[in-house]
């Protein structure tokens, strides 16, 4: 049971699911009692593996492994998304390395063995646990055999449905951002996100803003997202700022802040700024939401888990997809 399912039953949204368990008044009493209630009858949990892991973290030290679990990687070391994730796999790296296994990156962009050949490769090393870092997935592992490994994603569109997916909590994320702007006396929140993040994030992040502008009555309502291109200049984003007249900006991602100096920007002196995922090491001037290490921390609890009870993808069963809550950091972008 995930929450993909559990909105399909109670004829709703994901997101609204989301808000709904959080006990959000934003979603009205009665849609949130229906939808706790139809979630207690599914037995639906956030993570199905957390009861397994506490009795694991209980005697990993008396039966260590020394198996290697994978990272696999669709682009090479220096694509941008392959970069992002680097704070997040340090942080995997040191969580499993405490339960035992070891890490081996494989990237696969250059690869010119056949899936089935990949695969059997991996048999050789004595290889069942896989994680699959953030790319742009395509068909490369299309017949891949997903029921002969452990395999957990941290990729946020879908690769296989039979897949567990961990990603950071955008909902929460975003609704803690647009708190803190609104907190500040910010009415014209402008949204700006890389024009080249994923679907599902997308339709994650535009909601969420969305519903919190529709939902705070101090709002501007009518100011439509900007989606940024890494190449472009600032001079269509100075025209969009300026057009809609913002006091506040919520970022999804980092933006090096040249750019908005070259658009005549300066946080917070002509507009508070916040970001949503801050996907570095949280060192910056930027005000936001972090996961610090608890992404990586969450997907290494995860695959150790299902590796230590022989866990392997079942093709039949759709994948959980579990929600990582990150914490704020208030930097110098917001006063």
């Excluded at 700024?273 to 969450?298: C, F, K, M, Q």
């Amino acid at each position: 049971m995930n929450m993909k399912t559990l909105a399909e039953h109670c004829g709703v949204s994901i997101a609204t699911v989301s808000y709904a368990l959080r006990d959000d008044k934003r979603i009205s009493e009665t849609v949130r009692l229906h939808i706790r209630k139809k979630a207690r009858e599914l037995g639906y949990r956030t993570n199905s593996l957390g009861s397994s892991l506490v009795a694991y973290r209980q005697d990993v030290r008396q039966r260590p492994t020394q198996s290697t679990v994978a990272v696999l990687f669709e682009n090479p070391p220096h694509a941008r998304r392959t970069v992002l994730f680097q704070p997040h796999l340090a942080s995997f790296r040191q969580s499993i390395e405490r339960y035992g296994y070891k890490v081996e990156e494989i990237y696969l962009d250059n690869m010119e063995i056949t899936t089935a050949e990949f695969a059997q490769s991996l048999h050789d090393k004595g290889i069942r646990g896989i994680v699959l870092a953030w790319g742009l997935w395509s068909t490369r592992l299309k017949d891949f055999p997903w029921n002969e490994f452990t395999v957990v994603s941290a990729e946020r569109n879908e690769i296989h449905p039979a897949l567990d997916r961990i990603s950071m909590n955008h909902f929460s994320a975003t609704d803690e951002c647009f708190l803190r702007l609104s907190t500040l006396g910010a009415k014209r929140i402008g949204l700006i996100c890389h024009d080249d993040l994923p679907l599902r994030v997308k339709k994650n992040i535009v909601g969420a803003y969305l519903m919190n502008a529709h939902s705070n009555e101090h709002s501007i309502t009518d100011i439509p997202p900007y989606f940024y291109n890494l190449a472009e200049p600032a001079d269509h984003f100075a025209k969009w700022f300026k057009q809609y007249r913002l006091d506040a900006l919520l970022s999804h991602r980092l933006i090096d802040l040249n750019f908005f100096h070259k658009a005549g920007l300066h946080f917070p002196e002509d507009a508070h700024y916040a970001v949503i995922e801050i996907d570095d090491d949280g060192t910056g001037p930027e005000s936001g939401v972090t996961l610090n290490e608890e992404l990586g921390r969450v997907l290494a609890d995860t695959i150790a888990g299902k590796l230590h009870y022989d866990e392997s993808v079942d093709p039949a069963s759709e994948g959980n997809l579990i929600l990582v809550d990150g914490h704020w950091k208030a930097g110098t972008t917001t006063n």
